[in-house]
């Protein structure tokens, strides 16, 4: 019934690997979604709040909850981007820092694995493609 339906098979591929994503991430203590913040934040830290959420593809009320259950777990601090008061950039404290590794390998693990079931080469059509109709879509 949906098999040529983008909205559903989307939905439920995410599913799925927000499962995979969960377990990856349970270990520090954050989501998934918290899990990449942190780690656009530790690759590139000074990114403002508005960077961050174009960077993630989600809105700046949905960036600021994220930013908000970082900081209570002290992983992220907020600076002064110097713009106006309005305007700060994320850094990521020392316990964020100590985290990097041990995420990173968490993130390549969960990759690998799907890789090895779907096939390589399959991943990263999909990825692509998935990709590509996302950017047409925005």
Excluded at 20 to 33: L, M, Y
Excluded at 38 to 64: D, F, K, N, W
Excluded at 91 to 116: E, H, M, W, Y
Aim: charged share 20%; with cysteine.
């Amino acid at each position: 019934m949906f098999d040529h339906c983008l909205y559903f098979n989307t939905t439920a591929l995410a599913r799925l690997v927000e499962r995979e994503w969960t377990q990856a991430f349970k270990p520090f203590g954050v989501t998934p979604p918290q899990g990449f913040l942190l780690r656009l934040v530790l690759a590139r830290p000074g990114l403002s709040q508005a960077g961050l959420a174009s960077e993630l593809t989600i809105s700046r009320p949905t960036a600021t909850r994220l930013i908000d259950g970082l900081l209570a777990l002290g992983l992220v601090e907020r600076r002064d981007a110097g713009v106006d008061a309005r305007h700060w950039a994320l850094f990521p404290t020392r316990k964020a820092q100590a985290l990097q590794d041990g995420i990173n390998a968490a993130s390549g693990a969960v990759t690998k694995r799907i890789q090895q079931q779907v096939g390589k080469e399959n991943f990263l059509d999909t990825v692509g493609k998935v990709r590509a109709v996302c950017s047409a879509l925005k």
